[in-house]
């Protein structure tokens, strides 16, 4: 008995060990997330476009219709222009408040991720090893820097798996309603991409798992409350118009899947030449791993159940034609909680010195690109002064407070906060290198033109009306990124935010609007044509700002 006692005390102490660790690792993750992250105004990518969105959506009132620069957007389930316009309710329309719930989603993340490691392995050290090395993926960096919905998209995937194994294991009704609810919100936010992991993760599951879960009424009522939440949106828009389903499935499901009508087609080849580049450093060890403990592999199911989880949604989205990096972050979940399973079979102490390999290799890479490529960024002093008191903690934490052979390890999270920290300060003296157009918004706002009609020639830009917090005139002049979709509107409003220049009806417009307003024009690298120079004729003054320049 007191031996039974003495068991559980320590089973008990170890548990709240891992707790107390995975807590310390949130708090500095939280500090490394949400420093930097409002440093730096909206980026023209779907990090612009989802901000001008969800402003838009806050602006007029309508929750049901997303609108881009005042035209009917599609393109996506309003999950993330939600949460998105929640945080501009709690911090006004900024960048920070556009990527608030971004920073918090990827901490509820590594929360999960070490439950579901507990929960598959009954190992709470490897599974504070999965939260920390899933956070020092760089992926994951870069998604907490850009608001889009593929974060969410993750985390709706982790917790889906989560409850899942919970409701085999337990058979308790609750658990099997959270899957539910997790697949319909991710439904809610990128379409039937959230079946794809935890589908295919779930049966697997079923054949290593016994389970006395039977199928009961709470099976069709669960599914019913998928069917309720998931198809809330759709419905109430087929109802509107009919022709919103045909829209949505083919062209927005089917042909992104098998065309590439969006231009983002890729070689099949393209996952799996990036996924090291942002798995490092862990990816690269990963074939060493699975070599030093194939034997292991080969006899224990859940190994199986992860590589088949990991592979088959790879090969999924590399036959896709449609493809971007972001699109494979819910399968670094995975990743990470392999690498942390395999780490703790092979020794900590053996893995640093493969990780020891890795970063040499990898550094001596990046010094070779940094000399052949012509780096134009102006990097701040703040960043070298993290860097020395980065280093510095890193010295005084290994040589009082760790042991060897975690070392490399806590280097590597280590490194991750110093590019997250410093991202923030390097993107906020970049922003024109890295397609941000606030310092133009400063401009315009410093000398008081955003009065003015601001007119952006052939090129779609929402940040610009995300940074003015107004409605801008776009001026089509061929780029297809202007060839907007209109077959949802259902009077001619939204010819106010587009003018078509090959339209000679369309052009005497956008005469007289110049000659009756004040306007501002805005160019990307003076690409405009000689038969378009008139144009800069209405204007006395310019502003230039190396790919941008402003008339007014």
């Known amino acids: 008995m007191f031996l039974q006692k003495n068991k559980m005390n320590k089973l ?14 949130l708090a500095i993750c939280a500090i490394g997330l949400f420093t930097s992250v409002g440093m730096f105004g909206v980026v023209e990518t779907s990090d612009a476009r989802y901000a001008e969105i969800a402003r838009e959506m806050l602006e007029s009132g309508d929750y049901l219709n997303p609108t881009l620069l005042g035209i009917k957007h599609y393109h996506k389930p309003p999950l993330t222009y939600y949460i998105t316009v929640l945080g501009y309710s709690l911090f006004g329309i900024t960048a920070f408040a556009a990527r608030f719930f971004v920073q918090l989603t990827i901490l509820v ?40 919905t593929d974060p969410y998209l993750a985390t709706f995937v982790i917790l889906s798996m989560y409850f899942w194994v919970r409701y085999r294991k337990s058979a308790i009704s609750g658990y099997l309603y959270l899957f539910a609810i997790c697949l319909a919100l991710g439904f809610l936010t990128k379409g039937p991409l959230i079946f794809i992991g935890p589908l295919i993760f779930a049966i697997l599951y079923n054949h290593i798992q016994p389970s006395n879960a039977k199928f009961t009424l709470h099976h069709i009522f669960s599914l019913l409350l998928f069917v309720l939440i998931a198809g809330s949106w759709f419905y109430l828009l087929i109802r509107q118009n009919t022709d919103f389903l045909k829209y949505f499935v083919e062209h927005h499901t089917i042909d992104r899947f098998a065309t590439n009508d969006f231009g983002r087609g890729k070689p099949f080849w393209y996952y799996l030449a990036i996924a090291p580049a942002v798995g490092i450093p862990w990816l690269f060890i990963l074939p060493f791993l699975v070599y030093k403990n194939w034997e292991k592999i080969i006899k224990d199911k859940l190994y199986v159940l992860l590589g088949v989880g990991i592979v088959i949604p790879f090969l999924f989205f590399s036959v896709a034609s449609s493809k971007l990096v972001p699109y494979i972050l819910p399968l670094f979940s995975l990743f990470a909680l392999v690498l942390a399973q395999l780490i703790e079979q092979f020794g900590l102490s053996k893995t640093q010195y493969y990780l020891i390999v890795a970063y040499t290799i990898l550094i001596a890479l990046g010094g070779l690109l940094g000399a052949v490529l012509p780096l134009d960024f102006n990097i701040p002093l703040v960043v070298l002064f993290l860097s020395v008191v980065t280093l510095l903690a890193l010295y005084l934490i290994n040589k009082f407070i760790l042991n060897f052979s975690s070392r490399v390890i806590h280097t590597v999270f280590a490194a991750s906060l110093f590019i997250l920290l410093s991202s923030g300060f390097i993107l906020s003296k970049n922003q024109i290198e890295v397609n941000s157009t606030q310092p133009l918004a400063e ?8 009065e003015n009609e601001i007119l952006v020639y052939n090129k779609r830009l929402p940040s610009v009306s995300f940074h003015l917090q107004k409605s801008i005139v776009s001026i089509y002049d061929g780029n297809n990124d202007l060839n907007r979709e209109v077959q949802f509107e259902e009077n001619r409003q939204w010819k106010q935010n587009l003018v078509n220049l090959k339209s000679e009806t369309e052009l005497d417009r956008l ?9 501002v024009l805005i160019l990307y690298k003076n690409r405009i044509p000689d038969n378009r120079k008139w144009l800069l004729d209405y204007y006395s003054h310019s502003k230039d700002y190396n790919k941008w320049q402003i008339y007014y």
Request: glycine share 0%; charged share 20%.
């Open 12 to 25: 008990t102490k170890r548990k709240y060990k891992a707790h107390h660790k995975l807590l310390i690792i």
């Open 109 to 148: 993340q590594l929360v999960f991720i070490y439950l579901l490691s507990v929960q598959l392995f009954n190992s709470r050290k490897s599974a504070v090893w999965a939260a920390v090395i899933y956070f020092s993926f760089p992926i994951v960096l870069i998604s907490s820097r850009n608001l889009t």
């Open 443 to 450: 401009f315009i706002l410093q000398n008081k033109l955003n």
């Open 511 to 519: 005469k007289q609007i110049m000659e009756k307003k004040k306007t």
